[in-house]
Protein backbone atom coordinates (compact mmCIF):
# COMPACT_ATOMS: atom_id res chain seq x y z
CA UNK A 1 0.00 0.00 0.00
CA UNK A 2 1.47 2.98 -1.25
CA UNK A 3 0.41 7.01 0.26
CA UNK A 4 1.17 10.02 -0.77
CA UNK A 5 1.18 12.94 1.69
CA UNK A 6 1.60 17.08 1.59
CA UNK A 7 2.64 18.95 4.78
CA UNK A 8 2.84 22.24 2.90
CA UNK A 9 1.27 24.12 6.56
CA UNK A 10 1.81 23.80 9.95
CA UNK A 11 -1.77 22.92 10.41
CA UNK A 12 -1.25 20.19 7.88
CA UNK A 13 1.36 18.71 10.03
CA UNK A 14 -0.37 18.84 13.40
CA UNK A 15 -3.64 17.62 11.67
CA UNK A 16 -1.82 14.36 11.15
CA UNK A 17 -0.61 13.98 14.47
CA UNK A 18 -3.95 15.11 16.09
CA UNK A 19 -2.57 17.89 17.59
CA UNK A 20 -4.47 21.73 17.84
CA UNK A 21 -2.59 23.91 16.05
CA UNK A 22 -1.61 27.37 18.16
CA UNK A 23 0.35 29.43 15.77
CA UNK A 24 -0.36 28.75 12.08
CA UNK A 25 3.21 29.09 11.14
CA UNK A 26 4.87 27.72 14.03
CA UNK A 27 4.64 24.82 16.10
CA UNK A 28 6.48 22.05 18.74
CA UNK A 29 4.89 19.01 19.33
CA UNK A 30 5.70 15.66 21.63
CA UNK A 31 5.27 13.31 19.78
CA UNK A 32 4.38 10.54 22.30
CA UNK A 33 1.57 12.57 23.18
CA UNK A 34 0.44 11.91 19.58
CA UNK A 35 -2.24 8.99 18.75
CA UNK A 36 -0.14 6.04 16.49
CA UNK A 37 0.05 6.40 13.33
CA UNK A 38 -2.34 4.92 11.14
CA UNK A 39 -0.38 3.43 8.91
CA UNK A 40 -0.05 -0.78 8.47
CA UNK A 41 3.01 -2.69 8.34
CA UNK A 42 4.36 -2.70 4.57
CA UNK A 43 2.67 0.73 4.17
CA UNK A 44 5.50 2.91 1.96
CA UNK A 45 4.68 6.36 2.56
CA UNK A 46 6.20 9.53 0.71
CA UNK A 47 5.64 12.77 2.64
CA UNK A 48 6.31 16.02 0.82
CA UNK A 49 7.81 18.97 2.93
CA UNK A 50 6.81 22.38 2.10
CA UNK A 51 7.95 23.76 5.68
CA UNK A 52 10.72 23.51 7.82
CA UNK A 53 10.48 20.07 10.13
CA UNK A 54 13.09 19.40 12.75
CA UNK A 55 13.08 16.25 14.27
CA UNK A 56 14.20 15.41 17.80
CA UNK A 57 14.29 11.15 18.13
CA UNK A 58 13.99 10.19 22.22
CA UNK A 59 14.42 6.26 21.49
CA UNK A 60 16.20 4.12 19.56
CA UNK A 61 13.74 3.87 16.30
CA UNK A 62 14.74 0.97 14.02
CA UNK A 63 10.83 0.78 12.67
CA UNK A 64 10.61 2.83 10.34
CA UNK A 65 13.18 2.66 6.77
CA UNK A 66 13.55 5.76 4.96
CA UNK A 67 14.24 5.05 1.11
CA UNK A 68 16.20 1.81 1.32
CA UNK A 69 17.69 2.24 4.04
CA UNK A 70 17.32 1.50 7.81
CA UNK A 71 18.05 4.54 10.29
CA UNK A 72 18.34 3.09 13.83
CA UNK A 73 18.81 6.01 15.47
CA UNK A 74 19.53 6.19 18.86
CA UNK A 75 17.99 8.74 21.73
CA UNK A 76 19.00 12.10 21.04
CA UNK A 77 19.34 12.42 17.68
CA UNK A 78 18.47 15.57 14.95
CA UNK A 79 17.22 15.42 11.76
CA UNK A 80 16.23 18.40 9.72
CA UNK A 81 14.16 18.66 6.60
CA UNK A 82 13.30 21.46 4.42
CA UNK A 83 10.91 22.78 1.86
CA UNK A 84 10.56 20.97 -1.58
CA UNK A 85 12.07 17.80 0.20
CA UNK A 86 10.62 14.37 0.54
CA UNK A 87 10.97 11.28 2.37
CA UNK A 88 10.24 7.74 1.05
CA UNK A 89 9.18 5.97 4.11
CA UNK A 90 8.27 2.23 5.20
CA UNK A 91 6.23 1.32 8.01
CA UNK A 92 7.87 -1.88 9.71
CA UNK A 93 5.24 -2.46 12.21
CA UNK A 94 1.26 -1.24 12.56
CA UNK A 95 0.23 1.62 14.27
CA UNK A 96 3.53 3.04 14.52
CA UNK A 97 3.86 5.13 18.01
CA UNK A 98 6.40 8.13 17.21
CA UNK A 99 8.36 9.38 20.29
CA UNK A 100 10.45 12.42 20.26
CA UNK A 101 9.86 16.19 19.74
CA UNK A 102 9.71 18.18 16.62
CA UNK A 103 9.54 21.88 15.24
CA UNK A 104 8.04 23.03 12.41
CA UNK A 105 8.11 26.24 11.15
CA UNK A 106 6.59 27.94 7.61
CA UNK A 107 8.86 30.10 5.47
CA UNK A 108 6.33 32.82 5.86
CA UNK A 109 7.38 32.94 9.60
CA UNK A 110 10.62 33.84 9.27
CA UNK A 111 10.36 36.46 6.14
CA UNK A 112 11.63 40.19 7.12
CA UNK A 113 13.48 38.81 9.92
CA UNK A 114 17.32 38.06 10.56
CA UNK A 115 16.71 34.62 9.80
CA UNK A 116 14.72 34.98 7.01
CA UNK A 117 18.30 36.48 5.21
CA UNK A 118 20.12 33.73 7.07
CA UNK A 119 18.24 30.79 6.75
CA UNK A 120 20.32 29.28 3.77
CA UNK A 121 23.78 29.56 5.94
CA UNK A 122 22.13 26.43 7.62
CA UNK A 123 23.36 23.58 5.12
CA UNK A 124 22.12 21.08 7.01
CA UNK A 125 18.53 21.63 6.09
CA UNK A 126 19.58 19.81 3.08
CA UNK A 127 21.58 17.05 4.45
CA UNK A 128 20.55 13.17 3.75
CA UNK A 129 18.94 11.45 6.45
CA UNK A 130 22.47 9.35 7.45
CA UNK A 131 24.25 12.66 7.99
CA UNK A 132 21.90 13.44 11.24
CA UNK A 133 23.13 15.37 14.24
CA UNK A 134 24.12 12.89 17.14
CA UNK A 135 23.52 14.89 20.41
CA UNK A 136 25.19 14.06 23.99
CA UNK A 137 22.97 14.11 26.85
CA UNK A 138 23.97 17.78 27.53
CA UNK A 139 23.61 19.20 24.12
CA UNK A 140 20.29 17.21 24.10
CA UNK A 141 18.95 19.48 27.17
CA UNK A 142 20.31 22.65 25.51
CA UNK A 143 17.79 21.42 22.45
CA UNK A 144 15.09 20.82 24.49
CA UNK A 145 15.53 24.15 26.46
CA UNK A 146 15.35 26.01 23.16
CA UNK A 147 11.73 24.05 22.28
CA UNK A 148 10.66 25.09 25.77
CA UNK A 149 11.18 28.61 24.99
CA UNK A 150 9.99 28.47 21.83
CA UNK A 151 6.87 26.54 23.15
CA UNK A 152 6.24 29.79 25.77
CA UNK A 153 6.11 32.23 23.14
CA UNK A 154 3.70 29.86 21.43
CA UNK A 155 1.56 29.97 24.57
CA UNK A 156 1.12 34.31 24.70
CA UNK A 157 -1.59 36.27 23.67
CA UNK A 158 -0.14 36.73 19.85
CA UNK A 159 1.37 40.54 19.20
CA UNK A 160 3.39 42.60 17.61
CA UNK A 161 6.45 41.23 19.58
CA UNK A 162 5.41 37.56 18.29
CA UNK A 163 7.00 36.85 15.43
CA UNK A 164 10.26 38.48 16.09
CA UNK A 165 10.95 36.59 19.73
CA UNK A 166 10.28 33.29 18.06
CA UNK A 167 11.86 33.77 15.19
CA UNK A 168 15.02 35.09 17.24
CA UNK A 169 14.49 31.79 19.02
CA UNK A 170 14.54 29.93 16.15
CA UNK A 171 17.78 31.33 15.29
CA UNK A 172 18.97 30.80 18.96
CA UNK A 173 18.72 26.77 18.19
CA UNK A 174 19.93 26.92 14.31
CA UNK A 175 22.74 28.72 15.81
CA UNK A 176 23.34 25.50 18.79
CA UNK A 177 22.91 23.33 15.85
CA UNK A 178 25.70 24.72 13.68
CA UNK A 179 27.63 24.45 17.11
CA UNK A 180 27.02 21.05 17.49
CA UNK A 181 27.64 19.67 13.99
CA UNK A 182 31.37 21.77 13.93
CA UNK A 183 31.84 19.05 17.21
CA UNK A 184 30.30 16.31 15.50
CA UNK A 185 32.87 16.79 12.26
CA UNK A 186 35.87 17.42 14.87
CA UNK A 187 34.82 14.52 16.69
CA UNK A 188 34.21 11.64 14.32
CA UNK A 189 37.80 12.66 12.47
CA UNK A 190 38.12 8.64 11.51
CA UNK A 191 35.66 8.56 9.43
CA UNK A 192 36.08 11.98 8.06
CA UNK A 193 39.42 11.08 6.93
CA UNK A 194 38.44 8.15 5.30
CA UNK A 195 35.71 10.74 3.31
CA UNK A 196 38.59 12.73 2.48
CA UNK A 197 40.77 9.47 1.28
CA UNK A 198 37.87 8.29 -0.63
CA UNK A 199 37.76 12.06 -2.34
CA UNK A 200 41.59 11.90 -3.10
CA UNK A 201 41.05 8.56 -4.93
CA UNK A 202 37.88 9.76 -6.43
CA UNK A 203 39.41 12.50 -8.18
CA UNK A 204 43.00 10.27 -9.11
CA UNK A 205 40.61 7.57 -11.23
CA UNK A 206 38.36 10.13 -12.89
CA UNK A 207 41.33 11.63 -14.26
CA UNK A 208 43.33 9.06 -15.17
CA UNK A 209 40.22 8.11 -17.33
CA UNK A 210 38.32 9.23 -20.45
CA UNK A 211 35.88 11.43 -18.18
CA UNK A 212 37.06 14.59 -18.16
CA UNK A 213 37.22 14.83 -22.32
CA UNK A 214 33.67 13.23 -21.94
CA UNK A 215 31.76 14.92 -19.23
CA UNK A 216 34.10 17.64 -18.34
CA UNK A 217 35.91 18.84 -14.98
CA UNK A 218 34.48 16.38 -11.85
CA UNK A 219 31.35 18.96 -10.17
CA UNK A 220 30.73 19.07 -6.48
CA UNK A 221 27.64 16.99 -6.71
CA UNK A 222 29.67 14.38 -8.80
CA UNK A 223 31.74 13.66 -6.00
CA UNK A 224 29.16 13.98 -3.64
CA UNK A 225 27.20 11.76 -5.07
CA UNK A 226 29.56 9.36 -5.69
CA UNK A 227 30.66 9.35 -1.96
CA UNK A 228 27.09 8.61 -1.65
CA UNK A 229 26.81 12.42 0.68
CA UNK A 230 24.50 15.61 0.10
CA UNK A 231 26.44 18.14 -1.69
CA UNK A 232 26.42 20.42 1.87
CA UNK A 233 27.38 17.81 4.07
CA UNK A 234 30.04 17.16 1.55
CA UNK A 235 30.78 20.82 1.04
CA UNK A 236 30.94 21.37 5.02
CA UNK A 237 33.00 17.78 5.78
CA UNK A 238 35.61 18.85 3.64
CA UNK A 239 35.98 22.56 4.23
CA UNK A 240 36.64 21.18 8.06
CA UNK A 241 39.07 18.78 7.03
CA UNK A 242 40.96 20.80 4.69
CA UNK A 243 40.01 24.29 5.06
CA UNK A 244 38.86 24.73 1.73
CA UNK A 245 35.95 24.26 -0.05
CA UNK A 246 35.15 21.11 -2.34
CA UNK A 247 35.65 23.51 -5.62
CA UNK A 248 39.08 24.78 -4.41
CA UNK A 249 40.27 21.31 -3.29
CA UNK A 250 38.86 20.05 -7.29
CA UNK A 251 40.41 23.01 -8.60
CA UNK A 252 44.12 22.47 -6.83
CA UNK A 253 44.41 18.79 -7.63
CA UNK A 254 43.41 20.07 -11.46
CA UNK A 255 46.37 22.37 -11.19
CA UNK A 256 48.86 20.12 -9.99
CA UNK A 257 48.03 17.57 -12.49
CA UNK A 258 48.76 20.58 -15.48
CA UNK A 259 51.78 21.42 -14.09
CA UNK A 260 52.74 17.57 -14.38
CA UNK A 261 51.50 17.50 -18.19
CA UNK A 262 52.39 21.08 -18.96
CA UNK A 263 56.00 19.88 -19.87
CA UNK A 264 55.15 17.25 -22.76
CA UNK A 265 56.11 19.52 -25.49
CA UNK A 266 54.25 17.19 -27.87
CA UNK A 267 51.06 18.26 -26.52
CA UNK A 268 49.59 21.74 -27.20
CA UNK A 269 48.60 23.76 -24.11
CA UNK A 270 44.70 23.65 -25.34
CA UNK A 271 45.02 20.28 -25.27
CA UNK A 272 46.13 19.51 -22.03
CA UNK A 273 43.20 21.50 -20.96
CA UNK A 274 40.88 19.46 -23.17
CA UNK A 275 42.12 16.09 -21.12
CA UNK A 276 41.66 17.91 -17.97
CA UNK A 277 38.12 18.66 -18.60
CA UNK A 278 38.18 22.13 -19.81
CA UNK A 279 35.60 22.56 -22.92
CA UNK A 280 37.15 25.95 -23.83
CA UNK A 281 41.32 26.63 -23.49
CA UNK A 282 40.79 30.23 -22.24
CA UNK A 283 39.21 28.45 -19.36
CA UNK A 284 41.84 26.51 -18.44
CA UNK A 285 44.58 29.37 -19.07
CA UNK A 286 42.13 31.78 -16.76
CA UNK A 287 42.02 29.33 -14.02
CA UNK A 288 45.72 28.57 -14.45
CA UNK A 289 46.86 32.07 -14.10
CA UNK A 290 44.77 32.69 -11.36
CA UNK A 291 46.26 29.57 -9.33
CA UNK A 292 49.97 29.92 -10.56
CA UNK A 293 50.24 33.60 -11.03
CA UNK A 294 51.46 33.01 -14.90
CA UNK A 295 49.81 31.65 -17.88
CA UNK A 296 50.10 27.95 -18.74
CA UNK A 297 52.50 28.88 -21.69
CA UNK A 298 55.06 31.08 -19.60
CA UNK A 299 54.88 28.47 -17.10
CA UNK A 300 56.12 25.70 -19.40
CA UNK A 301 58.75 28.52 -20.52
CA UNK A 302 60.46 29.33 -16.96
CA UNK A 303 60.85 25.90 -16.01
Known amino acids: MN????????????????????????????LSKCPPRKWEAGTKVKMNFGIYAVFLKDVVCGDIRYGR????????????????????????????????????FH????HGTSLGKNIHDYGFFSYKMNEALHLSNKERQIILDCFDNIQFELE?????????????????????????YDRQFLTRETPNRSILERFEKLLQDYFIS????????????????????????????????????PQEYIQTNVINLAKERIFDINKSISQIGYELGFKYPQHFTRLFKQKVGVSPMEYRNSN
Open 210 to 245: DRPQNIGLPSVGYCADALNLSSNYFGDLIKKETGVS
Open 107 to 110: PDLI
Open 156 to 180: QTIDKHSKKLIAANIELFLNYCERF
Open 3 to 30: EIVYFNSVSDYNTSCGIETLHPLVSILD
Open 69 to 104: DYYDYQEGTLVFVGPGQAWDIAYEVSNYQPKGHVLI
